[in-house]
């Protein structure tokens, strides 16, 4: 391994031999890294099949010439790895998050709150079916008690037409296709708001990804540039070319003296500004965290609603109404003359109209088309549980890999990694003089 990466970091391989084995390391990288890239297309930005493999092919072909004849290229794409458990690779995962809510998560929410409107609908149609019904049945009961009015009464005191005059509605078309109308009018609102946001999110999701890689390409391009410009950038480690060189000079203690400021990069001491960074970046993946899981809670509630709604309307019973009606006739025989000799008159009576009307108000029906609620999908959820785990993991890795970014620039130009030492060397020495 240490030959194949020493063979892997020089500029220029010596002979046919090493040409070879760098061929054959270029081409396994670039095959994992076009797969990779595809999957990504495809799954994750959601491109079509034909764009995802034309576009990794030809990253693949143009990754495969550019690590093969640039040696800095190789340098920076190796530094783009561990870069990847930087803040650019926390903003990819973030992005990853961001469209699988809205892919996973979102449509069900719509999909519940559709369900909820279900039962409405449901309700309204059956209630307003019970109320026309009812209008029938007034109906029916004005005209027998219209009947027993006229049946009741003298021939003489026979009013004109005893009946009652209802204004009914009979055809109820009009207000099952107004109800129909309005309802396909929220679908259609409702289809139209979820098309347009997950369209939105989508574009946004795929311009953030591809800004977040050209930067993530353009950070390790950028430390490059410091590595091999500044030689005070990033220097501030107790490498074994330091060590070696401060034996052969004879001062050693200035490692010693100096352990509080320098550390090892291959140690997993942090620094106090290390540890404080890390804890301001767990605190916005925390955030972060449970803004999403807001979003997953309104899953969850919107799910639990219209479960409740569906079993709750399938529950609903009949109201049952009575409508009671009595009617008496009689006539008072002589009515001046008992009051004139003080007895109480009396009545003859003629007829009594007794009779009771049962109707049910019905509110929900078996033919109701009612879509069943959709629960949360778990793997979604084990699926953001796991980047976020990752995101956590890459807060306390960032120092790790800002180190391993230094090693790899190290390993690449290791003459100047030489000049870099002597300056460290040189600053450390004055510093003790003084």
């Not at 140690?267 to 997953?296: F, P, Y």
Request: hydrophobic share 45%.
């Amino acid at each position: 391994m240490a030959d194949l990466w020493w063979i892997y970091c020089k500029p220029v391989p010596a002979d046919g031999r090493e040409l070879c084995t760098l061929f054959l390391e270029c081409s396994c990288v670039t095959v994992v890294i076009g797969g990779l890239f595809y999957n990504w297309m495809f799954a994750s930005l959601e491109y079509s099949w034909p764009l995802s493999v034309a576009m990794a092919v030809s990253l693949s072909l143009l990754l495969l010439l550019t690590l093969l004849l640039v040696h800095p290229a190789r340098c920076v794409f190796s530094m783009i790895m561990p870069t990847l458990g930087t803040k650019q690779g926390r903003k990819l995962l973030f992005s990853t998050c961001i469209m699988i809510a809205v892919v996973n998560i979102t449509p069900n929410i719509i999909s519940n709150i559709q369900t909820i409107l279900q039962v409405i609908k449901c309700i309204c149609k059956n209630s307003s079916d019970s109320l026309l019904n009812s209008t029938a049945l007034l109906e029916k009961v004005s005209w027998e008690f219209g009947d027993a009015v006229q049946e009741t009464i003298h021939s003489i005191y026979k009013p004109m037409n005893g009946h009652f005059r209802f204004s009914l509605l009979q055809n109820s078309s009009l207000i099952y296709q107004k109800m129909q109308l309005a309802g396909e009018k929220i679908s259609r609102e409702f289809l139209s708001v979820e098309v347009l946001v997950k369209d939105s999110i989508r574009v946004a999701n795929r311009l953030a990804a591809g800004f977040f890689m050209l930067y993530l390409c353009f950070e390790s391009t950028w430390y490059l540039k410091n590595y091999l410009t500044d030689l005070h950038f990033d220097n501030f480690y107790i490498t074994k070319k330091l060590e070696r060189l401060a034996v052969e000079r004879k001062a050693a203690h200035l490692l010693v003296g100096s352990s509080k400021k320098l550390i090892r990069p291959t140690g997993l001491k942090l620094s106090w500004e290390e540890a404080m960074l890390c804890l301001v970046r767990a605190m916005l993946v925390t955030v972060a965290l449970l803004l999403l899981l807001v979003v997953v809670a309104m899953d969850h509630f919107a799910f639990s609603v219209a479960d409740t709604a569906v079993r709750k309307a399938a529950q609903f019973s009949t109201v049952p109404i009575a409508l009671n009606i009595k009617y008496r006739v009689g006539i008072e025989i002589t009515p001046f003359l008992f009051k004139v000799f003080g007895r109480p008159s009396e009545e003859l009576p003629l007829g009594d109209f007794n009779r009771t009307y049962h109707h049910h108000l019905i509110f929900s029906s078996a033919h109701c088309s009612i879509s069943p609620p959709t629960p949360p999908n778990p793997s979604v959820l084990l699926a953001v549980g796991l980047l976020f785990c990752i995101l956590y993991a890459t807060v306390f890795l960032e120092t790790y890999a800002r180190r391993l970014c230094r090693e790899i620039a190290a390993s690449f130009f290791q003459s100047w990694e030489q000049e870099r030492v002597l300056y460290l060397y040189r600053k450390l020495a004055r510093r003790h003089r003084k």
